[in-house]
């Protein structure tokens, strides 16, 4: 069983930065690849940021420029670094990661982005 521990969400206001991390139960090495989910109020959940174990990365349109991913292999953990936050950005954000035996999710952590 896969455990996947995120953390880092909370209240920022419009142009504010918060780090998300998200830590495997795992070795890293283990996994394909790890990926940031986000789910509005209202709206499907969608792929915000995606890096595979070769370090490979991808974004959503709406966040390209804006954020950035990366992991540390040696805690098992993927980050995501938020900057230039927009009210639009609001929702819970979940850690995805897939390896040979499925893919797993972590429980979400909720970003607000508000004044």
């Known amino acids: 069983q896969v455990r996947l521990v995120e953390s880092g969400g909370g209240l920022v206001q419009p142009g504010g930065s918060l780090r998300l991390s998200c830590t495997a139960s795992?070795?890293?090495?283990?996994?394909?690849?790890m990926g940031w989910y986000r789910q509005a109020p209202g709206k499907e959940r969608e792929l915000v940021a995606r890096?595979?174990?070769?370090?490979?990365?991808n974004y959503a349109d709406s966040v390209k420029g804006r954020f950035t991913i990366s992991r540390d292999s040696a805690k098992n953990t993927v980050y995501l670094q938020m900057n230039s936050l927009k009210p639009e950005d609001t929702a819970v954000y979940y850690c995805?990661?897939?390896?040979?035996?499925?893919?797993?999710w972590g429980r979400g952590t909720r970003v607000t982005v508000s004044s």
């Open positions: 995805n990661c897939d390896t040979d035996g499925g893919r797993h």
């Open positions: 795992i070795n890293i090495f283990s996994i394909n690849y």
């Open positions: 890096i595979t174990n070769s370090d490979s990365t």
